[in-house]
């Protein structure tokens, strides 16, 4: 008991550097045995350091024949080392599910032998938990670069989430760190695991009881920071990777540096700032939920996010002939690009102008964030005039929180804005 306590220790905190553990989307329902992917929720609880707590999140073993120098279990780090058993791995998830400890599974490994001898191990762990424990609970499976196909299918069948690491965002910055790896080997199961997610889509209209193959969809992660890449080419690589895999999430993962002294890896000693990772989700869902092209965002002139704001409102000042959006005639995706206006604040205001026109007031109940939004749309009763505020000075004004001495002016758009 001891020994596994001690590996458990040793293996899920070299998990921790994974970041990409969120868990929606399974549509896995309890078909007699114990657990339910979808029935759970799977809440998304996630420490400071970036593990979501509501699964057991670990690695088979943190042995590895690789070096990546990026990567706390290469195998030139002093570290403690540990293995679980494919059985060992079972019990443990089954006891600490009927215990209420977790509610799901992230499963990761560094790479013993070979490729295939790990994902074996893998694919044996999930389907002794689906076929013999009859375990219904979410599993999140990190699948090894270079293994075979049919494994990775096979794996497909138990998991509800794959994914597999692009560890850094280019090709380039990957040589650097880890001259063995080559983002060829991420494509490929990428691609046929896609191929086969929409294979059995399109069965499902002429078979009734289609199996389930990766419902919750595939993911992958980048280590940001630890190799000299820009915004935009972070983002280039995000946006294809979600055009030519369906991906559902892409996860930015700051450096942290560990017992490193290698000098090909450009934030030694240091881990870039949390806000760059913000900046980079932000334009992520900027691009999927948003209708921004990512060249609007980022291109050749502006390579690199602003830290001090958000991305959209970055976008917004550097766009002025953009606005002022008209909040009674506009259409929903104008809406949605104003800065302190989400979709659902979007939503609302469509809804509330079929009742009558839109005053700053009903706007201001609305739940967004009038502030900042004022500078940027007109409603019913804003006598909105040209003028000379640059929008230099609007960001001055919004970063100060409305205590600039732009607040005693009415409203945004009559402050001859733009
Ligand atoms: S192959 Fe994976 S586990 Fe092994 S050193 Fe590289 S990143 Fe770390």
Redesign the pocket.
Known sequence: MERIEEKLRILADAAKYDVSCSSSGSKRKNTGGIGDASASGICHTYTEDGRCVSLLKILLT?Y?????A??????SNDVQRAAFTVEEVVDLTMNFYRRNYIEGLFLS???FKDADYTMERLLRIVKKLRLEQQYNGYIHLKTIPGASKELILEAGLYVDRMSI?L?MPTEAGLKLV?PE?NHQSVREPLQFVNEKIQALQGDQKVIKHKPLFVPAGQSTQMVIGATPESDLEIMNVADEYYKNYNLKRVYYSGYIPINNDNKNLSQIGTRPPLIRENRLYQTDWLLRFYGFKLDEILNPGFTDLDLDIDPKLSWALRNPQFFPVDINTADYPAIIRIPGIGRQSAMKIIQARKFGVLREFQLKKMGIAYNRARFFMVCADTAFSRGSLQMHQVKHHILKGGNSKFQSLPAANQLSLF
């Open positions: 943190n590895c024949i690789y070096d990546c990026f990567c706390v279990s290469r195998k490994s560094g790479i690491n560890e880890a790896k």
